[in-house]
């Protein structure tokens, strides 16, 4: 029997499996799925190359740029004679991008065998060559260029590109420091063995140098991180400073791209400024003046050469000081300056403003006299002369030269307190002088409604304060024919290394009629001749009012004294004034003895070296000081 036939196994079709078509079908589709990717890629091409291309090379060329300040020359300070007090010195930070050294400049994929020998021992070699020029220890500086990573703001582990290595190079050092760097050393085959190092760099950090150190340090100020902190280096920082400029350009490993895109904002130098301050005077009154405050044990002490005729500050010394060179060595208070800061009663110095307004008010003349005691009241307060009298008949001349306190209040009585007050004002009392220097003080003046006592112990130099270069301006009023000229400090200024103009005129205004005001220096000389010994110029007829007052205390009260002296020469034509202050931590001592031997070597300086004539001639005859 035969048995039913079956179809081979092979023949049959699987469930769910679709068959493969031939080679040739499996072959298109392959090349239908290359086509399909070149496409995708050719997409993308079109995209980078076309569509987004400007964007794609804006990002590129922003990770290849680099911007950097191009510092301005800050303008030098000088003396009237053209002396320098304040330049800056061309100097530069050593700077480095260890992570360019790491590599030897080079992509790191692209860096050879060659290439890692020499990033493996650059850092030692390098810092030794360095520290030898720098004196920065070597092994500071390996330790910083073998640091080749930081971390970002985002916390990301990223390239170190910028590290310090020396700050204020001399731009010299770095023209050798930079030569030794690039020089190459290669061995008999001519294979570099050392040097042609990369990845070390400047950048400019001038340096601020005062010439003259301790002169007139009080005024020039100093500078601290880029900045003017004290004197005129702070109080015309704007125009010191200029206007720093901006660099930026292209670079790569191997450091700035020599024909890359550049772009330059050019810096504005700063203006330089001429002082009316006369450098070799300052030099020999503040020697004086620091002796004398040591001498008799003072806290401190000021001294004022003033120019009558313009009101130029010739001289203006402080004691102690510092070197502006290094303000961190000075004791706290004295980078500061006090003779336009310092506030105090005037005491005694203030007849003179006092009196020359009772000559110009009219109410009295030299040769008046005034019946007196040996005390007065004012308010609930007694009031006695440092000399001792009864009952006696003073001139107005003898009220200036013996310094009677009680022949002042009496005299000064014929002005209502308003008219006091007034003439004081125009004196330049109770308001800033305007030097352009920071710190300075106003000092304090009464209202014109003040009440009697006020005005009466205003009359002899109290219940009131000034700074000692208001002081010396208001005398200076009076030696100019009574016309007040604001003092000043600044004579010049201009481009750097360029022509100076002149700063404009000091404001001035009359205050008390000629007559007035020479009267009242003829009668400044008299104080002279009273102390003839001890004052007197030789050669010159000069005048003079001596002051002693107490010291205001911080907490309140007083807490020790000044002691001063104001005196112009000659007489005849005032051309010169020398005002000096001391200060003591008690009250021992007047102004006569404390400041007058300053006063007196200061101004027999001054008079020859600005070709003062001498007072030919003339002869000089004690008045009346009092009736006869």
């Known amino acids: 029997m035969s048995q039913p036939s079956r179809r081979p196994s092979s023949s049959r079709r699987r469930p769910g499996r679709v068959p493969l078509a031939s080679s040739a079908f499996r072959l298109r589709l392959l090349t239908l799925m290359v086509a399909i990717l070149f496409s995708l890629v050719g997409a993308r091409a079109i995209q980078v190359q076309v569509v987004s291309a400007e964007a794609m090379a804006a990002e590129a060329a922003k990770k290849m740029t680099v911007g950097r300040d191009v510092p301005a020359q800050r303008g030098t300070i000088t003396g009237r004679d053209g002396q320098v007090l304040a330049q800056t010195e061309a100097t530069v930070n050593v700077i480095a991008d260890p992570s360019m050294i790491a590599t030897n400049g080079k992509e790191p994929e692209a860096m050879r065998d060659s290439d890692r020998a020499k990033a493996a021992v650059a850092p030692t070699e390098m810092a030794a060559i360095i520290a030898a020029h720098t004196g920065v220890p070597a092994a500071e500086i ?33 023209v050798s420091l930079n030569a030794a760097l690039n020089e190459v050393v290669r ?40 900045k003017g902190r004290s004197g005129l280096e702070m109080a015309q920082e704007t125009a010191l400073a200029g206007t720093k400029g901006r660099e930026q350009f292209e670079t790569s490993p191997n450091g700035k791209i020599p024909l ?92 003179v403003l006092t009196i020359a307004s009772l000559l110009d008010a009219g109410v009295t003349t030299p040769d008046r006299t005034y019946p007196i005691g040996p005390t007065i009241t004012i308010g609930e307060h007694t009031v006695s002369d440092a000399f001792k009298h009864g009952d006696i008949d003073i001139t107005t001349r003898g009220i200036l030269v013996k310094s009677s306190n009680v022949g002042a209040i009496t005299a000064a009585r014929d002005l209502t307190p308003a008219q006091l007050r007034g003439y004081l004002a125009g004196f330049g009392l109770g308001q800033k002088a305007n030097l352009g220097l920071p710190g300075e003080s106003a000092g304090s003046l009464p209202g014109a409604g003040m009440p009697q006592f006020q005005a009466d112990s205003m009359s002899y130099g109290y219940s009131l304060s000034t700074s000692a270069v208001q002081m010396a301006a208001a005398i200076g009023a009076v030696a100019n024919d009574g016309v007040y000229t604001a003092p000043s400090i600044i004579k010049a200024s201009g481009p750097h ?49 001596t002051g ?37 931590p008690d009250t021992t001592g007047a102004g006569l003895g404390m400041a007058g031997p300053v006063y007196r070597d200061i101004m027999s300086l001054a008079l020859p070296r600005y070709g003062v ?16």
Do not use: C, H
Request: aromatic share 6%.
């Open 548 to 584: 002693t007052a107490r010291l205001t205390a911080a907490t309140g009260g007083y807490a020790g004294q000044v002691a001063s002296i104001v005196g112009v020469a000659p007489v005849e034509d005032p051309q010169i004034l020398v005002y000096v202050l001391i200060a003591r």
């Open 187 to 226: 061995d008999a085959a001519g294979t570099v063995v050392r040097g042609g190092y990369v990845g070390v760099f400047r950048e400019s950090n001038p340096k601020r140098i005062y010439p003259m150190g301790t002169v007139a340090s009080n005024v020039v100020g100093f500078m601290s991180d880029g």
């Open 142 to 174: 390996e330790a910083k260029l073998r640091r080749t990573t930081t971390t970002n703001a985002r916390g990301e582990t990223v390239p170190l590109k910028y590290v310090q290595l020396a700050k204020q190079v001399p731009s010299s050092t770095w």
């Open 613 to 628: 004539q001498p007072s030919n001639d003339i002869e000089q005859v004690k008045l009346p000081l009092f009736k006869e």
């Open 497 to 545: 290394n360029g022509a100076l103009t002149p700063v404009a005129e000091p404001v001035s205004r009359r205050v008390v009629s000629e007559e007035a005001a020479r009267a009242t220096v003829e009668m400044m000389e008299q104080r002279t001749l009273d102390s003839e010994s001890l004052l007197s110029i030789p050669g010159y007829r000069s005048g003079s009012k």
């Open 260 to 351: 890359g895109n550049q772009e330059l904002l050019p810096a504005v130098d700063g203006q330089d400024v001429q002082l009316t301050i006369d450098p070799d005077l300052q030099w020999m009154v503040e020697k004086r003046l620091g002796e004398r405050v040591d001498e008799v044990g003072g806290n401190w002490g000021v001294a004022v050469v003033l120019d009558v005729e313009n009101g130029e500050l010739l001289s203006l010394a402080n004691y102690p000081s510092y070197d502006s060179n290094a303000p961190g060595d000075a004791e706290a208070g004295d980078t500061g300056n006090r003779a336009i800061s310092a506030v105090y009663e005037p005491g005694s110095v203030q007849k």
